[in-house]
Antibody
Framework: QVTLKESGPVLVKPTETLTLTCTVSGFALSNGRMGVSWIRQPPGKALEWLAN???????SYSTSLNSRLTISQDTSKSQVVLTMTNVDPVDTATYYCARNSVTYYYGMDVWGQGTTVTVSS | QSVLTQPPSVSGAPGQRVTISCTGSSSNIGAGYSVHWYQQLPGTAPKLLIYDYRNRPSGVPVRFSGSKSGTSASLAITGLQAEDEADYYC??????????FGGGTKLTVL
C-alpha cells in the first residue's frame, strides 16, 4: 500500500524558516517513474503547487515562491523535505505532499493527509 | 491569479450533466502538456479523477470524463449524484515541469 505522510511544526513565527517532511512508504524514491510534489491550501482557498523532485534529483519550483523554497530528498530514509524561508502569515495553510507517477503522466495519484501550519507571532 | 482559469462555481440537479472548463495558454495546455483533474471532498485531501485529459484511474466511475480543445480542457460529469458535490481542480505543467492548478470550481448538487 502506497502512503505519504507529512510532518512538521504546527506553529511558526513570522520570518522563521519552515521545514516540512514527507515520509513515503510502498514505493521507492529512487524509482525512475516516480516523484514527489508539495502543494498547499490556505484556509478556504485554492490549491497551490509549490515544488517537485524526481529520482534523478531534478527539481522544479513555483515561479512565485522560487526564491524561498528548497526541496530535497533522502532516498535511504524515504523522505522528501521542503524548506520555506522567511514565512509570513499568508503562508498559513494545509501543506500536502503527493506522488507524481509517470504512469499517470506526472499526475498526482496518491496524496498525504496534509499537515496544517499556522504562521503567527 | 491562477495560470489556469476555471469558473468559480457550477451547479446541477441530480441526474443532470455538468461541465467544468479549464482555460490555459500556449505555455501549458497549448504546448501539449497534460491536464489532470482532481476532486476534493470537504475536509479531505484531493483525489486524482482524470489524468492526461481523458483517462480515468482505476475506481473512478465512467460518469466522469475529460476532453481537450486547443488551449482548454473540460471535465464532464453525467448522471450527477449528491456525492459529487465537491471542489474540482485542473492541473498542468510547463516546460520546466513547474506545476500549476486552476482556481478551483465548487460543484453544487441542487
Amino acid at each position: 500500500q502506497v502512503t505519504l505522510k507529512e510532518s512538521g511544526p504546527v506553529l511558526v513565527k513570522p520570518t522563521e524558516t519552515l521545514t516540512l517532511t514527507c515520509t513515503v512508504s510502498g514505493f521507492a524514491l529512487s524509482n525512475g517513474r516516480m516523484g514527489v510534489s508539495w502543494i498547499r491550501q490556505p484556509p478556504g482557498k485554492a490549491l497551490e503547487w509549490l515544488a517537485n523532485i524526481f529520482s534523478n534529483d531534478e527539481k522544479s519550483y513555483s515561479t512565485s515562491l522560487n526564491s524561498r523554497l528548497t526541496i530535497s530528498q533522502d532516498t535511504s530514509k524515504s523522505q522528501v523535505v521542503l524548506t520555506m524561508t522567511n514565512v509570513d502569515p499568508v503562508d498559513t495553510a494545509t501543506y500536502y505532499c503527493a506522488r507524481n507517477s509517470v504512469t499517470y503522466y506526472y499526475g498526482m495519484d496518491v496524496w498525504g493527509q496534509g499537515t496544517t501550519v499556522t504562521v503567527s507571532s | 491569479q491562477s495560470v489556469l482559469t476555471q469558473p468559480p462555481s457550477v451547479s446541477g440537479a441530480p441526474g443532470q450533466r455538468v461541465t467544468i472548463s479549464c482555460t490555459g495558454s500556449s505555455s501549458n495546455i497549448g504546448a501539449g502538456y497534460s491536464v489532470h483533474w482532481y476532486q476534493q471532498l470537504p475536509g479531505t485531501a484531493p483525489k486524482l479523477l482524470i489524468y492526461d485529459y481523458r483517462n480515468r484511474p482505476s475506481g473512478v466511475p465512467v460518469r466522469f470524463s475529460g476532453s481537450k480543445s486547443g488551449t482548454s480542457a473540460s471535465l464532464a460529469i453525467t448522471g450527477l449524484q449528491a456525492e459529487d458535490e465537491a471542489d474540482y481542480y485542473c492541473q498542468s505543467y510547463d516546460s520546466r515541469l513547474s506545476g500549476s492548478f486552476g482556481g478551483g470550481t465548487k460543484l453544487t448538487v441542487l
